[in-house]
């Protein structure tokens, strides 16, 4: 199959897989949705992970089918929930005397993570390829524990239930 006819069967995919989740997030929440969402973006670095390690002891036919599953599960698991979900959360959890400069804050700190990754991927990488993803799995893994201890549920409650169930 060529390249573009993957890329618009890819770009179809992408859009379902955002269409879904944005129907989701009212039907069972932001919560459930986020580790959902976490847990794809584990597997879908544990794939990647995988590949590569392939890869290192020449498999390589195999690795390429592991390579892509695991972009296809990380991208579609990103489109899913932890892309969106995070900022619609922040503009539910701020009461409106601070949203301005949380919202902003957030979004700092977010661009500046996306910086982080960018920038050390490549130092990354020529430390250990399949060590590479383990560690952003590892990440994802952790962020799984963060939304079960730390982020309340905010689908249906009040800023006021919100405050509350986070103890502010």
Not at 22 to 31: H, M, N, S, V
Not at 38 to 44: E, I, T
Not at 55 to 75: N, Q, T
Not at 119 to 129: A, P
């Amino acid at each position: 199959m060529e390249s573009a006819s993957m890329r618009a069967i890819f770009l179809k995919q992408l859009v379902l897989i955002t269409a879904i989740g944005a129907t989701l997030i009212d039907k069972t929440g932001r919560k459930p949705l986020l580790l959902v969402s976490a847990a794809g973006l584990v597997l879908g670095c544990v794939l990647a992970a995988f590949a590569f390690y392939l890869k290192d002891h020449h498999i390589d036919k195999a690795a390429a089918f592991f390579a892509v599953a695991g972009i296809l599960v990380y991208i579609s698991s990103f489109s899913a929930g932890m892309g969106a979900i995070p900022w619609v959360i922040m503009s539910e959890i701020f009461p409106i005397n601070v949203k301005g400069v949380a919202g902003s804050l957030a979004t700092l700190v977010n661009w500046f993570g996306a910086w982080a990754i960018s920038y050390t991927f490549n130092f990354l990488m020529q430390w250990s390829s399949y060590g590479t993803f383990i560690l952003y799995a590892t990440v994802n893994a952790l962020a799984i524990i963060f939304v079960i201890k730390v982020v309340p549920e905010t689908k249906g409650r009040t800023l006021e239930q919100i405050q509350a169930a986070i103890g502010a």
